[in-house]
């Protein structure tokens, strides 16, 4: 390892950690031989996508395994011990007081029925390392340095009464309670929004870099980790693919896979004008029963081009798509689909409407019924909508396939037997069946893993392009937006706050929010976040 | 880097093919990790299908045919002997498969479809007509259904018919609320929601993305309410208010010879004879509900996380 | 108001409102009944006057709501109307209250489902909440097992299978449990303990397995494994994490399985011969009493609904979210 030989002592070895777990009626490698090297006042940044095994790692550096999971075979060197070999009880000891966690769920992670202060200092307490009065007062302490609201009373609350970014830095201020020698990190800001995350990780870093505390951090954001760690190890399938310190993994990444992390935020989409308006929504007012969510929300889209809703959560960029689809009424404002006015609700709408505004949903897993097969739930649009049966159908399911570069094999299959991006495509072409002019994309690639993001979005550009198709893409993650947009509009609390071509809305002056959304997107340099940090300071 | 090294592109992962498997390939693995306890259940509930079917067939005298002598004991010509009028009860408890089993089989499907068809109603509109059936429900169910049930078949009197549809009503409040509950589950699927978008009717969705999705825990509830159903009338007609004589039946079987268990000191088979159309029901019970265990503990997907 | 009793309040509504409901359908049993069962109830020989002057005395000849109201305010003054029988084709009536028939029954059951629950809340709760902790054991295994056997077993086959063991082959206990109000206490524990016996055995099972399941639920909160990794031990994790949050799925358990109790107790009233409710209802039901079943139907109908209605509460009065509101 090259970075940082300087800051310590070795705190924790792992060598060649062996984790299986129990499903299916047999034992699965999750972590498959893994070495790993942290000193004290590190901060190592672990990083892979679903199904890495990096939670799994994180939790055994504890010596910690989760239900249905054991050690198989390696060491964990804590301090000079082994946690491998010994049992629960003894290792209780180092747990909640030399190590600590940092869960993803905070809300979740919370017992619902003790006061925060309680559960923030139970286990320094328990241990006799201060009395219940000074851990109070130093956890009050712990809060002002995370810049918690009211840090003298906020412990007085109860889980549910406060943020969920604030309980996530309640949950830090728990963790930095006994003043650990290790915290490990598990995707702490993954729950957030981006203004939120921004906040959090900020107060984290800063906490973790006073008291020099050592420090894994999980995540699947290599932008994130870039902030807070010093070297970052990469996994994937349960095997390291590649270590190094952080300014030098991120300009010169070795590996092809490590390459491939990076590849969605270079792909660039060059910018379309837009040309006449095919979508059009005036002055739109929405309301889930007494509360209204969107406030007189106007929006264009030109045919053939991409425009992208980017907002937080809340922002109504999903209800906006509820409204075009007729799925909610507006109650205010009309919605103008190639030149004509759209009935306000679904039922009203006419079958040939409806067969041209298509969309395509965030979860694949349950946007396909599971009981139906590929071939079932291509062809029945094409019955519906087109009346093609038969062999007629079949041949056209093939072609459909062929245009989202999947084989006829897949005919036969059930959603359950594909994997997640396969998914996708099948949405993907179910929509195209319906040979649609407008297709609504409602985060499409945000619950894919990066790699599998990028092959989606490439298939809807080709797509784009030879069928003319029209995208109105919904999405948070901004990185997604400059890949994929000709427009952008962005939305918050239920209004539009900014919209136009993107290279105009990417560029200052900024109105408030969007400059607030768009300083707050991680970048991939170590140093984003001490300069937005003392940027906003200054201003 | 490992042997994967080359199939991080979009093409690797759109090649990778995960394992199909047919229906019956599932259903011979399905069998093969089954635990005894589900394999016991099933051979139970054959013998039992297979009794009632061919029960004329099977037993030695006819359901109703009366002896000379009443509570013979056991014997080859009376295995089990005879009842308190002289008909023989080993062909009265063959009678009784047919007769016990088939009422509460046929009350239980009467109660799914009752209790399916509004719950499925409910959970797909969620307006005015959902809450008017659920209040209703809540309301039946704030009445131990054992009791209401007296309560009606004491206005009513007892006829199988009145047995059948009265019980049929009182469960048929269960599975709305379990129909509802999965139901509401199933209908706030994407899946569901993109059908309605593309146009499709309230009978296609109901059919086609509802239906195939909630059979399992309708199946397993079949199952648990069919145990229920049947105990429920098994314990009426020990009570007397169930299914009439002369009608061959488990629990008025039991009531019939419960006197015989006095002499339990002298003669342990005479003692037995009342227990025997008790264990009757209860066996069947205990295989339908190990049935079931097994069934929830499969497609819950519990079984994995042992 | 305080959300905590908002919410109850809501809840007590609710109860009444189901209480409403219920005694209107218990009522309209009397309605129900076809036209000629005065006739059926005084025998042939009832001359019409008589017949006439029954159907005045159930007060048929006024409007049903007028009849509604006078039920239920007498049953508010504890007076539920006079038994169908003990009257016959000439007039003659030796009818009694129903008030005074179910009084010194309804003691009787309240005593041997009391007798019942504080031997079986205690055992099912540790049987759940240990075969919770020591899941996929042998013991959690065996007891699974067990319990999911018990439970298929109809009321009556326990007891009969009880009888023969403890009354018939080796005669322990007595078979027929018959108490009355002169019984002392240990000879009336004594003489209760087989049918209480098996309703306990009956209701262990099914609680136990709820228990178990309501625990297991809990355990597998993010918030227990947050404990455990801070380095709570075993019995703080229970005691501490799992504990304060289980009040409200336990009282369930217990309600429900109380509830049960109130209708299992029918079934084992008759095969003991216990003086019980249950077995007046079951006697009523045969005769078409209807006086006596709506009056036994209601006091089961309370007692069902009550436990409901308490399980709720303490659900609501523990819940934090309630307590601390925002």
Known sequence: MSSNSDKGDILLEIKDLEVEGFSDEKWHDIVKGVDLTLRRGEVMGLIGESGAGKSTLGLAAMGFTQPGCRIRGGEINFDGIDLAKLSDVIKRRYWGTRMTYVAQSAAASFNPAHRLIAQTTASTVRSGAKSKEDAYQDARGLYAALSLPDPQNIGERYPHQVSGGQLQRVMTAMAMSPRPDLIIFDEPTTALDVTTQVEVLSAMREIVETFNTAAIYITHDLAVVAQMADFIKVLRYGKQVEEADTRSMLSTPKEAYTKSLWSVRSLEKEEQKGGQSFLSLKGIDASYGTIKVLHNVSIEVAKGTTVAVVGESGSGKSTTARVITGLLPQTAGSVEFDGKGLLKSLSERKKEEKRRIQMIYQMADTAMNPRQTVGEIIGRPLEFYLGIRGTQKSKRVLELLEMIELNGNFIQRLPGELSGGQKQRICIARALAAEPDLIICDEVTSALDQIVQEGILKLLMRLQMELGLTYLFITHDISTVKAISDQVVVMNQGEVVEQGQKTDVFQPPHPEYTKLLLSSVPEMDPDWLTNLNSGRREA | ?306 | MHPVTKTILERLGLGLATLFVVSIIIFSAIEMLPGDFGQAILGQAATEETVAAFRRELGLDQPAYMRYLQWVGSAFQGDLGTSFSGRNSSGIDRSRAVVDLIAPRLWNTLFLAGLTAVIAVPISLVLGISSALYRNSVYDRTVNTVTLTTISFPEFFVAYILILLLASLYPVFPSLANVDGSTPLFERVFRTALPALTLTLVIVAHMMRMTRAAIINLLASPYIQMARLSGASQIEVIVKHALPNAWAPIATVIAFNLAYLVVGVVVVEVVFVYPGVGQLMVDAVTSRDIPVVQGCALIFAITYILLNLIADIIGIITNPRLLHPK
Request: proline residues 4%; glycine residues 8%; hydrophobic residues 55%.
């Open chain 2, 1 to 306: 880097m490992t042997e994967n090294s080359d199939n991080y592109s979009a093409a690797g992962e759109v090649g990778a093919v995960l394992e199909k498997r047919t229906f019956w390939t599932r259903l011979k693995i399905d069998m093969k990790k089954s635990p005894w306890t589900a394999r016991f259940g099933m051979l139970i509930i054959l013998f039992y299908a297979i009794m009632a079917i061919f029960a004329p067939f099977i037993a030695p005298y006819g359901e109703a045919q009366v002896f000379a002598t009443p509570y013979a004991p056991w014997s080859s010509e009376f295995i089990f002997g005879t009842d308190q009028i002289g008909r023989d009860i080993f062909s009265r408890l063959i009678y009784g498969a047919r007769n016990t089993v088939g009422i509460a089989v046929a009350t239980t499907l009467l109660a799914f479809l009752i209790g399916g068809a509004f719950g499925l109603i409910a959970a797909i509109d969620r307006s005015y007509i959902d809450q008017a059936f659920s209040r209703l429900v809540d309301v039946f169910m704030a009445i131990p259904s054992l009791i209401f049930a007296l309560v009606l078949l004491s206005i009513f009197g007892s006829t199988v018919l009145n047995l059948i549809v009265i019980i049929a009503v009182l469960d048929s409040t269960r599975v709305f609320r379990l129909t509802r509950a999965v139901a509401i589950n199933v209908v706030v699927m994407d899946y569901v929601e993109a059908a309605r978008l593309r146009g499709e009717g309230l009978g296609w969705i109901m059919r086609k993305e509802i239906l195939p999705n909630i059979m399992p825990p309708l199946i397993a509830e079949f199952g648990l309410r069919f145990c229920f159903v049947f105990l429920s009338i098994a314990a009426l007609s020990f009570l007397g208010v169930g299914i009439q004589p002369p009608t061959a039946d488990w629990g008025s079987m039991v009531r019939e010879n419960a006197s015989l268990i006095q002499f339990a000191q002298y003669d342990l088979k005479a003692g037995l004879t009342p227990l025997l159309p008790a264990s009757a029901i209860a066996l069947l019970t205990v295989a339908v509900n190990f049935v079931v265990d097994w069934f929830l503990h499969k497609t819950s997907g519990l079984g994995d996380e042992q």
